[in-house]
């Protein structure tokens, strides 16, 4: 009974037009520019989104979605796919991230200096093996580099931001 009620609901929203449903237009950018330059923001991109809501400084993080109704949408992936509807002008802060960068820094690094550490110990417990546990520590050594490439991913991220503060200004562009 509540799935025959669930979709009645939904089916009343969809076929009366609200905005709740309606679907982005992919065919739109994010631009942010300062003096001159500009970076795109198409859709698809992961994003960090400050802005000023309606009576307190909020933040969205997700899928740029596209445009709905003249603001950007940004899907959230952690909230159970919910929307936020935020308009160009009230942006404060915007940055581009890649979380799935950092997990795959972070399985390799884990695989490369663990795997690494086991072959040492095998290695060591073994007599004549001299030649194996030179090979090794380069193995390790790559894993240290991955596991340190995630705070400098950070890093970039945090450099590469665009913030209202620091003369960027925010506008939506028709592709």
Do not use: C
Request: glycine share 10%; hydrophobic share 45%; aromatic share 10%.
């Amino acid at each position: 009974m509540n799935r025959i009620y669930l979709f009645i609901v939904t089916l009343v929203f969809v076929l009366s037009g609200s905005s709740v449903f309606a679907q982005p237009d992919l065919a739109y950018v994010i631009v942010a520019g300062k003096n001159g330059s500009e970076r795109k923001y198409e859709a698809g991109e992961r994003l960090f989104i400050k802005y000023n809501g309606s009576h307190s400084i909020q933040k969205a993080r997700g899928y740029f979605a596209g445009v709905t109704d003249g603001k950007i949408a940004i899907l959230s992936k952690r909230t159970s796919g919910e929307t936020a509807l935020i308009s160009a002008d009230s942006i404060l802060l915007l940055r581009k991230i890649r979380p799935g960068q950092r997990v795959f820094f972070a399985a390799t690094g884990i695989a490369l200096t663990g795997g690494g550490a086991v072959l040492l110990d095998r290695a060591s417990n073994t007599s004549g093996n001299s030649g194996a546990t030179i090979l090794v520590i380069p193995v390790i050594g790559a894993g240290v580099y991955f596991l340190w490439a995630i705070p400098v991913s950070l890093l970039v991220e945090k450099l590469n931001e665009k913030r209202k503060s620091k003369g960027w200004a925010f506008s939506i562009r028709k592709l």
